[in-house]
């Protein structure tokens, strides 16, 4: 699999730099592919890769991990990796500019560890009609490690005027493909996957961030995000 470039926001007192070293991360496993077990502040790897559907599962029957070897994604997939900081609130974000979602099966799973081997459902992203830009995504811990990553739906609150959305199936804020700047439109359809953690860490202090998270207005970072990524770009133009 390729990988992707990326970026990640935390919106906090400061900017986390992306597998930046912490004084307070005390996890030194870096690939989504290992094992970890955690503690708040620790940084913590996951991938989300991106291929269709039935890539995911192995003899069309058991979803597995993109980390277990009887699955072998094919060339015609990517993969982005993250570390956000364990039970911040985190925006992480994906370009599309040159990244075509529906060109590799328009499905993403996110997934991390061998052992316990954790994965999302896979998630529709686009097609050559709909791409869905905003998610959810929920790290579910007990006593540190990993037991489940879910993404988590709105109901299409999201979805706000203007012809190019579309409420995919009750749960999914969709734009239209053509309307996309990499598809020759002009709309931005970089992807934005809102983050947060709940359970418990090795030591039994409980994550609050997913319940930040639902007192917040759905995708409301992503928001943000783009609302000060265009007030930069507009700064910035003044000078050049």
């Known amino acids: ?25 005390t996890n030194g496993v870096y690939s989504p592919c290992s094992d970890a077990k955690i503690q708040r502040s620790d940084g913590f790897s996951f991938g989300i890769a991106f291929a269709a559907r039935t890539a995911f599962f192995y003899n069309n029957s058991a979803q597995l991990s993109p980390c277990d070897r009887r699955l072998s994604l094919s060339s015609n997939s ?31 799973v996110a997934f991390a560890g061998r052992k316990y081997a954790a994965r999302s459902p896979p998630a529709f992203v686009a097609n050559s009609t709909y791409t869905v830009t905003s998610f959810t995504l929920v790290l579910e811990f007990k006593k540190g490690r990993l037991q489940n990553l879910y993404w988590k739906r709105d109901g299409c609150a999201s979805c706000s005027g203007g012809s190019s959305f579309v409420c995919l199936n009750n749960q999914d804020c969709a734009i239209r493909t053509s309307s ?38 759905q995708y409301s970072l992503y928001g943000l995000y783009s609302n000060l990524r265009d007030s930069l770009t507009s700064q910035y133009s003044k000078f050049f």
């Open 1 to 25: 699999m390729a990988v992707l470039k990326i970026s990640i926001i935390a919106l906090t007192v400061s900017m986390l730099g992306w597998f930046a070293e912490s004084s307070s991360d």
């Open 78 to 108: 990517q993969l982005a990796l993250f570390r956000p900081k364990v039970d911040e609130i985190s925006l992480l974000t994906i370009n599309t500019t040159s990244f075509f979602p529906d060109s590799y099966g328009g499905y993403m």
């Open 180 to 217: 996309c700047k990499n598809r020759g439109g002009s709309v931005d359809c970089s992807l934005g996957i809102q983050l947060a953690f709940s359970g418990t860490d090795k030591h039994d202090s409980v994550f609050n961030s997913w319940y930040e998270v639902k007192s917040l207005r």
